[in-house]
T-cell receptor
Framework: KQEVTQIPAALSVPEGENLVLNCSFT??????LQWFRQDPGKGLTSLLL?????REQTSGRLNASLDKSSGRSTLYIAASQPGDSATYLC????????FGTGTSLTVIP | GAVVSQHPSRVICKSGTSVKIECRSL??????MFWYRQFPKQSLMLMAT?????????EQGVEKDKFLINHASLTLSTLTVTSAHPEDSSFYIC???????????FGPGTRLTVL
């Protein structure tokens, strides 16, 4: 069974810092990997989708990479802002979505 | 973009009562919808796959008689938590695929609190 792990579980950084969130998965047979943002008590907002044949995707200050062979993905956030504070979830798609454990990010003004 | 709504957004009920949560695809048809549960500080766990016109498929460990799923139309799936207990308190989220397998739209979630 696919297992998805995210490190760190929580992260606190001062505003303006660049940061990296990590996601690892055990089964490399995936269709794609997605990064989501979840605000407290809210649903999910899709940030980036990387197809299994791709290496990275970029959207604004966000860059996600995928190394399928090693079962790893990273989400890079440049010039962090207080509004980036949220929980970030990665999910891999095989026969279903498998969600990671999440990283709770706090950006301090 | 496609929108998925859930109703209610928040519900508080007494132990032993049943609660129905609706998931609607607002501008597209969904023959399949997914129901997830999220406990505090944990990730989303798939509970079941709702199939329009047929029985839902439940994940291992999820009681089908406890969590009744009805997918009566191409735009509506309902999850009924029967005889709810405090341990059922959780955040329930639905999703619906549109287009390819990898395109899913998630509802805003329903916070269930059982007293």
């Amino acid at each position: 069974k696919q297992e998805v792990t995210q490190i760190p579980a929580a992260l606190s950084v001062p505003e303006g810092e660049n940061l990296v969130l990590n996601c690892s998965f055990t089964d490399s047979a995936i269709y794609n990997l997605q990064w989501f943002r979840q605000d407290p008590g809210k649903g999910l907002t899709s940030l980036l989708l990387i197809q299994s044949s791709q290496r990275e995707q970029t959207s604004g200050r966000l860059n996600a990479s995928l190394d399928k062979s090693s079962g790893r993905s990273t989400l890079y956030i440049a010039a962090s802002q207080p509004g980036d504070s949220a929980t970030y979830l990665c999910a891999v798609t095989g026969n279903q979505f498998y969600f990671g454990t999440g990283t709770s990010l706090t950006v301090i003004p | 973009g496609a929108v998925v709504s859930q109703h209610p957004s928040r519900v508080i009920c007494k132990s032993g009562t049943s609660v129905k949560i609706e998931c609607r695809s607002l501008d597209f048809q969904a023959t399949t919808m997914f129901w997830y549960r999220q406990f505090p500080k944990q990730s989303l766990m798939l509970m079941a796959t709702s199939n329009e016109g047929s029985k839902a498929t439940y994940e291992q460990g999820v009681e089908k008689d406890k969590f009744l799923i009805n997918h009566a139309s191409l735009t509506l799936s309902t999850l009924t938590v029967t005889s709810a207990h405090p341990e059922d308190s959780s955040f329930y989220i639905c999703s619906a695929p549109t287009g390819g397998k990898d395109t899913q739209y998630f509802g805003p979630g329903t916070r269930l609190t059982v007293l």
